[in-house]
Nanobody, 115 residues
Framework: QVQLVESGGGLVQAGGTLSLSCAAS????????MAWYRQATGKQRELVAS???????NYADSVKGRFTISRDNVKSTVYLEMNSLKPEDTAVYYC?????????WGQGTQVTVSS
């Protein structure tokens, strides 16, 4: 089992910056993929960005050039730096990991971008 604890959400004006972090504990030695998803009210959960153990990254088109995902394998933590935020980035952001066959989700953290 992998436990995930997210932090860093909040309220920011359009054009601003927020940073999210997600610390993993438990069976962390097997974590390969770490990712951030988001779910806006009334919409499906969508992938924002992912990063493998070897730092290969993937981004949703809507955030490319504005968001940066990174990870610290020693601390078993994944980060999401969000710049040039837009009101449409408003959502609950969820941390996600794949550790062997085990998929784990964080509890979610609210990000609200005001116009």
């Amino acid at each position: 089992q992998v436990q995930l604890v997210e932090s860093g959400g909040g309220l920011v004006q359009a054009g601003g910056t927020l940073s999210l972090s997600c610390a993993a504990s438990g069976s962390i030695f097997r974590i390969n993929l770490m990712a951030w998803y988001r779910q806006a009210t009334g919409k499906q959960r969508e992938l924002v960005a992912s990063i493998t153990r070897y730092s290969s990254t993937n981004y949703a088109d809507s955030v490319k050039g504005r968001f940066t995902i990174s990870r610290d394998n020693v601390k078993s933590t994944v980060y999401l730096e969000m710049n040039s935020l837009k009101p449409e980035d408003t959502a609950v952001y969820y941390c996600y990991t794949e550790s062997g066959p085990v998929r784990s989700w964080g509890q979610g953290t609210q990000v609200t971008v005001s116009s």
